[in-house]
């Protein structure tokens, strides 16, 4: 199914001095001779216009939801129990799992009882320029306000409507321009190397629909999926391909404006594309891939530099983390597109997979003989070294990059620890002091899951956290021999706020229609139209809008007396959206004690059917990728090959006169989980 992916340009950054000082950005030049001999050039993001922007679409200020009668469950400590061998049957049963797509079209059927008919539509509407119309807006993404305003259309091409909000002032000329130039450039350049979008769409029209309107919150611009659905499944579609710019922060007939467009568009194509929705981190850098291919700018790069320690394949939601996500999920596919070439990207967009197993897909496809983790490797060592080298793994077109070290040494012995998350990147840089040095390496043996453990026991059942997924698990219960019945169970949750939620559903018609249950900690706030009823959502233990809250096991209870006398089927489900998926839910301890039902999920129960969902152990193998950059003549770089507990050495030759430096690049590579991991090195 379409997806309903709301993407946000935060901050564009523009090419000249100038522009940098007028939207508040400036430059700090630090020196360091442990980092470096060069000064390094750091580029902070100041935007003193608008409030810092979340990852990819619109937030909302914090809703409490009821928790002050949940009973808190201490969890109890367990992954330490786990042996190596068991820990990899976990990560092998992860990352080979299916997850159902978010279908919107049959959980409208299922939830609301939903006629939905996806039929060709008739003849298009012949607008005319000075047509007014009424459309869907979100007015103010920091408070999920959405609105219906009035529009009149002042132009339109072979290729686009545009909108202008009643009210709002904007020349017919700059209208004009940028009107021709997304259907002389933008439009032609993204479906050359994109492909199409829906084409003629849910309106029968070609024609994208351009709607310039007030939106505050700090947001440029955004495309969102839910438009090309009926409103039998989304009441607040617009039913139009439709792309929205902040009349009030940019004005149409310049280049920010136009690079708007590329991004936006490029999710138009890439949502079109992908049916099944792919992660926020590749959605995302396609949309700046649609800015770079038309030779737009995109200035986010700048500030993963800052931070390359962040996790590619995840999204932080945190002020001053989501530009930083931005530019390394752009560097990342810039560099595959550098490196393979066009058709390589062609086949990231046009899959059915998700996440790395899209870049494992397109490997394979074109017969690389290389898996995501070599590739990334290669790719962690290139930001660094950039264009120094003329070796196609390492060689950047993007020449201004400057990655500063995480940390540097001259004087040894030296130790030191630090953490790194799971496809981040620390760099440690060594400097000559007159002979050759040893670096040994010990990293962590295993990492957990998520951010606790299982309420009673060693195991439980999880979710997963993918986005534009529908985990379910199911099973039948048989109530005809009692006259009431209660549910009971654990629930550990972190769950996007307002975005994605979980559910405790029964079905009395073998599945054809579900409603949802009532619990301790549900909640019916549903402020962006993407709930069914009853769900869970923040974190459980907490509710929303506490940012220092910690998710913890609370106690659960349901009533299934108005089922009593019947078999029915009862599920556990999480749907996530397009866009920014949290650590997910967690359930243990389940029973109906009126029935005698229990499953602690200690052991193998075949009365469930997991979609999704995983009876597993809180913790994983923790992998590395340790590399050493070698500056001599011209820099190589040198694998660390890890023994089985994850420990390594690597000594120099020639340190200070073949080589002048050398730079050890350590990254986390354990798919699956959001934690970081930890290590230690001494060097000699």
């Known amino acids: 199914m379409r997806k309903l992916l709301l993407a946000i340009i935060a901050i564009l950054a523009i090419a000249t001095c100038a522009a940098f000082i007028a939207l508040g950005y400036f430059f700090i030049t630090t020196t360091n001779p442990a980092l470096g001999t060069a000064p390094t050039t750091a580029h902070v993001v100041i935007n003193t216009n608008a409030?810092?922007?979340?990852?990819?679409?619109?937030?909302?200020?914090p809703i409490q939801v009821p928790v002050s009668t949940a009973t808190v469950i201490p969890a109890?400590?367990?992954?330490?129990?786990?042996?190596?061998?068991?820990?990899?049957?976990?990560?092998?049963?992860?990352?080979?799992?299916?997850?159902?797509?978010?279908?919107?079209?049959?959980?409208?059927e299922e939830y609301k009882g939903a006629a939905v008919s996806l039929a060709t539509p008739g003849a298009p509407k012949n607008y005319k320029v000075g047509d007014k119309e009424t459309f869907w807006v979100s007015r103010d993404v920091t408070t999920s306000e959405r609105?219906?305003?009035?529009?009149?259309?002042?132009?339109?091409?072979?290729?686009?409507?545009?909108?202008?909000?009643?009210?709002?002032?904007?020349?017919?000329?700059?209208l004009k321009n940028a009107a021709d130039n997304f259907a002389n450039k933008i439009y032609p350049t993204n479906r050359k190397y994109l492909g199409s979008e829906s084409n003629p769409g849910i309106d029968n029209d070609p024609r994208i629909h351009i709607l310039n309107a007030e939106i505050n919150g700090g947001v440029s611009g955004y495309f969102a999926a839910y438009d090309t659905l009926p409103r039998s499944v989304y009441a607040q579609s617009n039913e139009h391909e439709m792309v929205y710019t902040s009349a009030n922060t940019l004005k149409p007939g310049n280049t920010v404006y136009d690079s708007v467009l590329a991004?936006?568009?490029?999710?138009?194509?890439?949502?079109?594309?992908?049916?099944?929705?792919?992660?926020?981190?590749?959605?995302?850098?396609?949309?700046?891939?649609?800015?770079?291919?038309?030779?737009?700018?995109?200035?986010?790069?700048f500030s993963y530099t800052e931070n390359p320690d962040l996790q590619l394949n995840a999204w932080g939601d945190a002020p001053g983390e989501s530009l930083g996500h931005y530019g390394q999920a752009y560097l990342f596919l810039s560099y595959l597109l550098n490196r393979y070439g066009i058709d390589f990207i062609r086949d990231l967009i046009s899959t059915d997979t998700t996440g790395i197993a899209t870049i494992q897909r397109a490997l394979d496809l074109h017969k690389t003989g290389l898996s995501f983790d070599q590739v990334f490797g290669d790719w962690v060592a290139a930001n660094f070294i950039t264009s120094e080298t003329q070796d196609p793994r390492f060689h950047y077109r993007n020449e201004s990059l400057q990655i500063r070290p995480t940390v540097g040494y001259s004087q040894y012995p030296a130790n030191g620890d630090d953490t790194v998350n799971q496809y981040g990147a620390d760099y440690i840089q060594l400097l000559p002091n007159g002979k050759d040095i040893t670096f040994t390496f010990d990293g962590a043996d295993t990492v957990r899951i998520l951010p606790t453990d299982a309420a009673q026991g060693k195991y439980f059942?999880?979710?997963?956290?993918?986005?534009?997924?529908?985990?379910?698990?199911?099973?039948?219960?048989?109530?005809?021999?009692?006259?009431?019945?209660?549910?009971?169970?654990?629930?550990w949750?972190?769950?996007?706020?307002?975005?994605?939620?979980?559910?405790?559903?029964?079905?009395a018609d073998d599945g054809k229609h579900w409603q949802t249950l009532q619990g301790t900690t549900t909640t019916t706030v549903d402020p962006n139209g993407h709930s069914y009823g009853y769900a869970f959502n923040c974190r459980s233990g907490v509710g929303c809008g506490d940012a220092q809250g910690t998710a913890k096991w609370v106690q659960e209870e349901m009533d299934l007396t108005p089922f009593a006398g019947k078999k029915i089927l009862l599920r556990f489900e999480q749907i996530t959206d397009e866009a920014l998926t949290k650590n997910g839910f967690a359930i243990?301890?389940?029973?109906?004690?009126?029935?005698?039902?229990?499953?602690?999920?200690?052991?193998?129960?075949?009365?469930?059917?997991?979609?999704?969902?995983a009876r597993i152990e809180n913790v994983l193998p923790q992998r590395f990728i340790v590399q050493a950059?070698?500056?001599?003549?011209?820099?190589?770089?040198?694998?660390?090959?890890?023994?089985?507990?994850?420990?390594?050495?690597?000594?120099?030759?020639?340190?200070?006169?073949?080589?002048?430096?050398?730079?050890?690049?350590?990254?986390?590579?354990?798919?699956?989980?959001?934690?970081?991991?930890?290590?230690?090195?001494?060097i000699q």
Not at 155 to 160: H, K, V
Not at 463 to 490: N, P, Y
């Open 51 to 61: 409030t810092p922007m979340p990852a990819v679409k619109p937030r909302v200020m």
């Open 76 to 108: 109890t400590a367990s992954a330490q129990t786990n042996t190596l061998s068991e820990t990899s049957n976990t990560l092998d049963l992860l990352t080979h799992i299916t997850y159902p797509p978010n279908d919107r079209v049959l959980l409208a």
């Open 147 to 174: 609105k219906q305003i009035q529009a009149t259309l002042r132009y339109m091409n072979s290729a686009a409507y545009m909108w202008v909000e009643d009210g709002i002032k904007i020349s017919d000329a700059a």
């Open 263 to 301: 991004h936006e568009f490029a999710h138009m194509i890439h949502d079109y594309q992908n049916r099944r929705g792919d992660a926020t981190w590749i959605t995302e850098g396609f949309g700046e891939l649609g800015m770079e291919l038309n030779g737009y700018p995109t200035g986010t790069e």
């Open 461 to 491: 059942w999880w979710s997963g956290h993918t986005d534009s997924s529908d985990a379910r698990l199911t099973r039948q219960v048989d109530l005809t021999g009692v006259l009431k019945a209660t549910l009971k169970f654990s629930t």
């Open 493 to 507: 949750y972190e769950i996007e706020d307002s975005y994605d939620y979980a559910y405790v559903s029964v079905s």
């Open 588 to 613: 243990d301890e389940i029973e109906i004690p009126e029935i005698g039902f229990r499953d602690d999920a200690e052991s193998v129960d075949s009365g469930w059917n997991a979609e999704g969902f």
């Open 629 to 682: 950059i070698e500056y001599g003549a011209t820099p190589r770089v040198v694998p660390i090959a890890l023994d089985a507990q994850n420990r390594a050495t690597y000594t120099t030759r020639g340190f200070g006169s073949e080589i002048s430096r050398v730079v050890i690049t350590v990254s986390g590579s354990t798919p699956v989980t959001y934690q970081p991991t930890e290590y230690q090195y001494q």
